[in-house]
Protein backbone atom coordinates (compact mmCIF):
# COMPACT_ATOMS: atom_id res chain seq x y z
CA UNK A 1 0.00 0.00 0.00
CA UNK A 2 1.47 3.61 -0.87
CA UNK A 3 2.16 5.81 2.01
CA UNK A 4 0.26 8.70 2.31
CA UNK A 5 2.15 12.14 2.01
CA UNK A 6 2.43 14.26 4.92
CA UNK A 7 0.62 16.77 3.32
CA UNK A 8 -1.93 14.94 2.67
CA UNK A 9 -2.27 13.71 6.38
CA UNK A 10 -2.60 16.83 7.49
CA UNK A 11 -5.69 17.91 4.77
CA UNK A 12 -7.35 14.72 6.34
CA UNK A 13 -6.80 15.46 9.91
CA UNK A 14 -7.88 19.17 9.33
CA UNK A 15 -11.03 17.93 8.07
CA UNK A 16 -11.64 15.83 10.79
CA UNK A 17 -11.29 18.63 13.12
CA UNK A 18 -13.15 20.99 11.18
CA UNK A 19 -16.03 18.65 11.34
CA UNK A 20 -15.74 17.81 14.53
CA UNK A 21 -15.32 21.68 15.24
CA UNK A 22 -18.69 22.41 13.74
CA UNK A 23 -20.20 18.87 15.35
CA UNK A 24 -19.16 21.10 18.73
CA UNK A 25 -20.45 24.48 17.62
CA UNK A 26 -24.14 22.26 17.20
CA UNK A 27 -23.32 20.78 20.68
CA UNK A 28 -22.27 23.76 22.45
CA UNK A 29 -24.95 26.00 21.17
CA UNK A 30 -27.60 23.45 22.14
CA UNK A 31 -26.09 23.92 25.75
CA UNK A 32 -25.59 27.53 26.72
CA UNK A 33 -28.85 28.21 24.53
CA UNK A 34 -30.86 25.79 24.32
CA UNK A 35 -31.41 25.69 20.52
CA UNK A 36 -28.86 25.00 17.89
CA UNK A 37 -30.46 27.93 15.89
CA UNK A 38 -27.85 30.56 15.04
CA UNK A 39 -30.37 32.94 15.03
CA UNK A 40 -31.30 32.17 19.21
CA UNK A 41 -27.14 32.32 19.39
CA UNK A 42 -26.77 35.31 18.26
CA UNK A 43 -29.81 37.27 18.99
CA UNK A 44 -31.50 35.95 22.53
CA UNK A 45 -28.70 34.38 23.69
CA UNK A 46 -25.47 36.78 22.69
CA UNK A 47 -24.01 36.59 26.68
CA UNK A 48 -23.35 33.12 25.50
CA UNK A 49 -21.48 33.13 22.28
CA UNK A 50 -18.00 33.56 23.96
CA UNK A 51 -18.35 30.05 25.71
CA UNK A 52 -19.56 28.44 22.41
CA UNK A 53 -16.66 30.05 20.81
CA UNK A 54 -14.62 28.69 23.68
CA UNK A 55 -16.04 25.16 23.69
CA UNK A 56 -15.57 25.04 19.46
CA UNK A 57 -11.57 26.88 19.78
CA UNK A 58 -10.53 24.33 22.63
CA UNK A 59 -11.75 21.12 20.51
CA UNK A 60 -10.25 23.36 17.45
CA UNK A 61 -6.94 23.72 19.32
CA UNK A 62 -6.87 20.18 20.52
CA UNK A 63 -7.43 18.59 17.31
CA UNK A 64 -4.34 20.79 16.14
CA UNK A 65 -2.11 19.94 18.65
CA UNK A 66 -2.56 16.34 18.44
CA UNK A 67 -3.27 16.44 14.12
CA UNK A 68 0.13 17.54 14.43
CA UNK A 69 1.69 14.36 16.63
CA UNK A 70 -0.46 12.20 14.67
CA UNK A 71 1.33 13.49 11.37
CA UNK A 72 4.99 13.32 12.49
CA UNK A 73 5.11 9.87 14.30
CA UNK A 74 6.33 7.00 12.00
CA UNK A 75 3.91 4.21 14.18
CA UNK A 76 0.79 5.59 12.47
CA UNK A 77 2.12 5.89 9.30
CA UNK A 78 0.80 2.16 7.88
CA UNK A 79 -2.60 2.94 10.16
CA UNK A 80 -3.26 6.03 9.55
CA UNK A 81 -5.74 5.47 5.82
CA UNK A 82 -7.61 2.86 8.33
CA UNK A 83 -7.50 5.26 11.32
CA UNK A 84 -8.99 8.02 9.49
CA UNK A 85 -11.92 6.33 7.92
CA UNK A 86 -12.90 4.77 11.26
CA UNK A 87 -12.60 8.28 12.61
CA UNK A 88 -15.02 9.98 9.94
CA UNK A 89 -17.60 7.07 10.43
CA UNK A 90 -17.52 7.98 13.71
CA UNK A 91 -17.96 11.36 13.35
CA UNK A 92 -20.95 11.30 10.81
CA UNK A 93 -22.47 8.56 12.72
CA UNK A 94 -22.45 11.40 15.95
CA UNK A 95 -22.98 14.55 13.32
CA UNK A 96 -26.25 13.10 12.17
CA UNK A 97 -27.40 12.40 15.14
CA UNK A 98 -26.79 15.55 16.74
CA UNK A 99 -29.37 17.14 14.03
CA UNK A 100 -31.90 15.00 14.81
CA UNK A 101 -31.44 14.04 18.83
CA UNK A 102 -29.70 17.30 20.09
CA UNK A 103 -30.84 16.91 23.61
CA UNK A 104 -29.84 13.04 23.71
CA UNK A 105 -26.54 13.24 22.40
CA UNK A 106 -25.51 16.58 23.41
CA UNK A 107 -23.33 14.71 26.66
CA UNK A 108 -22.18 11.93 24.83
CA UNK A 109 -20.87 14.34 21.94
CA UNK A 110 -18.95 16.32 24.83
CA UNK A 111 -17.09 13.44 26.19
CA UNK A 112 -16.33 11.98 23.09
CA UNK A 113 -14.46 15.48 21.54
CA UNK A 114 -13.41 16.22 25.12
CA UNK A 115 -10.68 13.04 25.28
CA UNK A 116 -12.44 9.43 24.09
CA UNK A 117 -11.61 10.67 20.18
CA UNK A 118 -7.63 11.23 21.49
CA UNK A 119 -7.66 8.32 23.53
CA UNK A 120 -9.28 5.71 20.77
CA UNK A 121 -6.19 7.02 18.34
CA UNK A 122 -3.31 7.07 20.94
CA UNK A 123 -4.17 3.18 21.02
CA UNK A 124 -4.84 2.21 17.34
CA UNK A 125 -1.08 2.05 17.12
CA UNK A 126 -0.63 -1.00 19.63
CA UNK A 127 -0.83 -4.32 17.69
CA UNK A 128 -1.07 -3.24 14.25
CA UNK A 129 -1.32 -7.10 12.76
CA UNK A 130 -3.60 -7.61 10.40
CA UNK A 131 -5.91 -9.81 13.01
CA UNK A 132 -9.50 -10.94 13.09
CA UNK A 133 -10.05 -9.22 16.10
CA UNK A 134 -9.21 -6.08 15.07
CA UNK A 135 -11.70 -6.22 12.17
CA UNK A 136 -14.62 -7.44 14.47
CA UNK A 137 -13.90 -4.55 16.87
CA UNK A 138 -13.72 -1.88 14.39
CA UNK A 139 -16.77 -3.37 12.23
CA UNK A 140 -18.79 -4.72 15.10
CA UNK A 141 -18.17 -1.18 17.25
CA UNK A 142 -19.43 1.02 14.39
CA UNK A 143 -22.19 -1.42 13.75
CA UNK A 144 -22.56 -1.13 17.96
CA UNK A 145 -22.82 2.52 17.69
CA UNK A 146 -24.75 2.90 15.26
CA UNK A 147 -27.72 0.67 16.85
CA UNK A 148 -26.99 2.58 20.27
CA UNK A 149 -27.51 5.84 18.51
CA UNK A 150 -30.61 4.37 16.93
CA UNK A 151 -31.44 3.17 19.90
CA UNK A 152 -31.95 7.29 21.17
CA UNK A 153 -34.93 7.26 18.89
CA UNK A 154 -37.17 4.64 20.01
CA UNK A 155 -39.14 6.20 23.75
CA UNK A 156 -39.27 2.78 24.87
CA UNK A 157 -35.33 2.53 25.51
CA UNK A 158 -34.66 6.71 26.89
CA UNK A 159 -34.63 5.42 30.60
CA UNK A 160 -31.62 4.13 29.41
CA UNK A 161 -29.45 6.68 28.75
CA UNK A 162 -26.60 6.12 31.22
CA UNK A 163 -25.87 3.22 29.72
CA UNK A 164 -25.87 4.26 26.09
CA UNK A 165 -23.38 6.90 27.24
CA UNK A 166 -20.95 4.16 28.56
CA UNK A 167 -21.62 1.73 25.36
CA UNK A 168 -21.16 4.87 23.17
CA UNK A 169 -17.99 5.90 24.88
CA UNK A 170 -16.63 2.27 24.42
CA UNK A 171 -17.62 1.66 21.11
CA UNK A 172 -16.23 4.69 20.04
CA UNK A 173 -12.78 4.17 21.40
CA UNK A 174 -12.98 0.36 19.93
CA UNK A 175 -13.55 1.36 16.74
CA UNK A 176 -10.58 4.07 16.11
CA UNK A 177 -8.73 1.07 18.09
CA UNK A 178 -9.81 -1.58 15.71
CA UNK A 179 -9.24 0.38 12.87
CA UNK A 180 -5.28 0.52 13.74
CA UNK A 181 -4.26 -2.21 11.80
CA UNK A 182 -2.23 -2.74 8.62
CA UNK A 183 -3.50 -3.53 5.34
Not at 37 to 57: D, K, M, Q, T, W
Not at 101 to 127: C, D, E, Q, R, Y
Amino acid sequence: MNKLERSHKVLLFLASVIVKSFLMSIVSSYVFCGSISPYVLFFHCINNVPFVGGSIAAVAISGAIFGYYITKLRSFDSIFPNLMMGDFMVTAMYFGASFSATSFIVSKVMFWLFGVWILGMLLAPFNKDRTILKKVTEYGSLVALGALLTAHFIPYFEEFQSSYTVGMMVTSILSLFGAGRDK
